[in-house]
C-alpha cells in the first residue's frame, strides 16, 4: 500500500467527520478514500477542495488542514465562541457546487465548517435582523440585507450603510429572491413576529413562512450555502410540557387566530428539514424565545415596548388577563450570540435559544415601572386568546452543543432598553419641537 493511502487511512481512525474530496481530485485518489472521517469531533462535515495535480500533495494537505481543523474545532467550538471556524480559506471553498452535489458526495446531509465570508440575511432591517447584520459585519462577514420593510425599516441599518462589506436590498421574498455572486450562510429572518403585526398581516405571515422559506432554501441550495431558519418559541403553541424541550411537539391550534403565526413557522421547519433530507442542502432551525433589546417598535404590541412605553409617559402599564401568565426574556445581545453560534456550528437543531429565568407578566411590569422610575399605575385588560399560559425554554442541547447560555442579566437588560427607548422618545420630541 502507497504510503499516502495508509496516512490517510491512520487518518479515518482519528475521528467521525467526514471530508469529501472534490471530484476533480478524485482521479487521484483510491476510490475508497473519497469520504473519509478525519476530525476527532462529533458530527463535523467539511468540504475540503486541494490541487488535484499531486496526490502526494493532496495528502500533505489533508493532513495540514485536518490538523487546523482540529484546533480550531477544540478552541473555538467547543468553547462555545462562534468565530471562524473551518480549513484555511484557499483550501475551503467548494463555490458553485450546489448542496446536492455536496450531499451525494457525502451522505445527503452535509454540514460543513467552511468559513462564512458572506451572508444573506432576510428581514435584516427588522429588529433581530439588524443586530445579526451588524455582528456579522463585526467578525468580518459580508452582509446582504433583504427586507421589504413590512415590519422593519432601513433606519434598523442606517448606521451600517457606510460599511463596505453592507448592502441593502430592498426585495419581497415571497416574490422570487436572486443574489448575484457566491453565499456561505443563509439567515432567513423575514417574516412579521409581534402578535399585533401578524394578527394585522395573516396572508403575509403565511406567505413568508411558506414561499419566502421555499425560496430561501433554494437560494441556499443554488448557492452551496448554509442555511439557519429562524423559527419561534410558538411552535409550541400553548404548551403541556414545562419547560419546552425541542423534542416537544406542541400544542398549536392551526385555526385560533395566532394559528397564521405558529403553523407558518411549524410548516417552515417541515420544509427546511425536507430540505436537509432529501436535497442535502446544510440547514439548521433555531427557535427563539421572546427576546427585547433596542431597536424593538415601541407600538409593536410586545409587551416590553408597549410597558417600557406606557411607564416612559406615565400611562397605566396594560398587563393582560391576571398577569400570571409566565414568559422568559432574553437580551437581544445573547440571542444573537446564540443564533450565531448555531449558525457558525456543524449542528441542525431545532435549538432552543432563550433565556431559562422565567417571570410572570405582572412582575415585568412592576419591574418596568421601578427601572423607569414611573409613577404609572398597572392596569388590566382581556388576554388574547390562546395566549401561552407558561413559556421558558430548556437550554440544556444550546449550553451542550454550543457551549452557550445567556449572560446578560434581566435587570441589565431591561436597563438598556429602558434607555434606548427613552432616548428615541427624546429624539421625537426635540424632532418635533
Ligand atoms: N423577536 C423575537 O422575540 C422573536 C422570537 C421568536 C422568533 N422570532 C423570529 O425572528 C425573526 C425576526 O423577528 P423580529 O422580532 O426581528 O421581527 P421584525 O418584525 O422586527 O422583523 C422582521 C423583518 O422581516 C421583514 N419582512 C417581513 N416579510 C418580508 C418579506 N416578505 N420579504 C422581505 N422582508 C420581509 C420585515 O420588514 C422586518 O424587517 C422572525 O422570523 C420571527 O419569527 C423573533
Redesign the pocket.
Known amino acids: 500500500m502507497a504510503a499516502e493511502q495508509r496516512t490517510l487511512l491512520q487518518l479515518v481512525s482519528l475521528g467521525r467527520a467526514l471530508v469529501v474530496v472534490p471530484d476533480s481530485a478524485r482521479s487521484q485518489l483510491h476510490d475508497g478514500l473519497v469520504a473519509v472521517p478525519v476530525v476527532d469531533a462529533p458530527e463535523v462535515t467539511t468540504v475540503i477542495a486541494w490541487p488535484a495535480h499531486s496526490r502526494s500533495r493532496a495528502v500533505a494537505d489533508l493532513v495540514r488542514t485536518t490538523t487546523r481543523l482540529r484546533e480550531n474545532f477544540t478552541s473555538e467550538v467547543v468553547a462555545g465562541r462562534s468565530s471562524r471556524v473551518g480549513p484555511p480559506r484557499s483550501t475551503s471553498r467548494a463555490r458553485g457546487r450546489s448542496g446536492r452535489e455536496q450531499g451525494m458526495a457525502v451522505q445527503g446531509a452535509v454540514r460543513s465548517t467552511r468559513e462564512i465570508e458572506r451572508a444573506v440575511v432576510?428581514?435584516g432591517?427588522?429588529?433581530?435582523?439588524s443586530h445579526l447584520c451588524e455582528q456579522l459585519l463585526d467578525r468580518g462577514v459580508e452582509v446582504v440585507c433583504?427586507?421589504?420593510?413590512?415590519?422593519?425599516s432601513p433606519e434598523n441599518v442606517l448606521h451600517l450603510m457606510e460599511h463596505p462589506g453592507f448592502r441593502l436590498v430592498r426585495?419581497?421574498?415571497?416574490d422570487y429572491v436572486h443574489v448575484p455572486g457566491p453565499v456561505d450562510l443563509v439567515l432567513h429572518?423575514?417574516?412579521?413576529?409581534?402578535p399585533l403585526?401578524y394578527l394585522r398581516m395573516p396572508i403575509?405571515t403565511l406567505?413568508?413562512g411558506s414561499l419566502?422559506t421555499l425560496h430561501t432554501l433554494g437560494l441556499a441550495k443554488e448557492k452551496g450555502a448554509r442555511y439557519l431558519l429562524?423559527s419561534?418559541?410558538e411552535v409550541y403553541g400553548d404548551p403541556l410540557e414545562h419547560p419546552q424541550r425541542e423534542e416537544y411537539w406542541g400544542n398549536v391550534n392551526p385555526v385560533g387566530p395566532r394559528g397564521v403565526y405558529d403553523e407558518a413557522?411549524r410548516f417552515s421547519e417541515a420544509l427546511t428539514t425536507a430540505y436537509r433530507t432529501s436535497q442535502g442542502t446544510d440547514t439548521a432551525i433555531v427557535r427563539?424565545?421572546?427576546?427585547y433589546g433596542p431597536r424593538m417598535r415601541p407600538n409593536d404590541g410586545r409587551a416590553i415596548p408597549a410597558f417600557v412605553g406606557q411607564a416612559l409617559a406615565g400611562e397605566p402599564l396594560t398587563v393582560a388577563g391576571d398577569g400570571s401568565q409566565t414568559r422568559s426574556i432574553c437580551y437581544v445581545d445573547d440571542t444573537v450570540r446564540g443564533i450565531l453560534a448555531l449558525a457558525f456550528s456543524t449542528e441542525t437543531g431545532p435549538m432552543n435559544i432563550g433565556n431559562p429565568d422565567e417571570l410572570s407578566m405582572l412582575e415585568l411590569a412592576r419591574w418596568i415601572v421601578e427601572l423607569t422610575g414611573s409613577s404609572s399605575e398597572i392596569g388590566f385588560i382581556d388576554l388574547p386568546v390562546d395566549d401561552p399560559k407558561v413559556r421558558r425554554p430548556d437550554t440544556t442541547a444550546a449550553e451542550t452543543a454550543l457551549g452557550w447560555r445567556p449572560t446578560v442579566t434581566s435587570e441589565e437588560g431591561l436597563r438598556n432598553t429602558v434607555a434606548w427607548f427613552a432616548a428615541q422618545r427624546e429624539a421625537g420630541s426635540t424632532r418635533a419641537s
Open positions: 432576510t428581514g432591517a427588522g429588529f433581530l435582523g433583504l427586507d421589504n420593510f413590512l415590519t422593519g426585495c419581497d421574498v415571497t429572518f423575514a417574516s412579521p413576529a409581534s403585526d403575509e406567505k413568508v419566502g429562524a419561534t418559541s413557522k427563539i424565545f421572546n427576546t
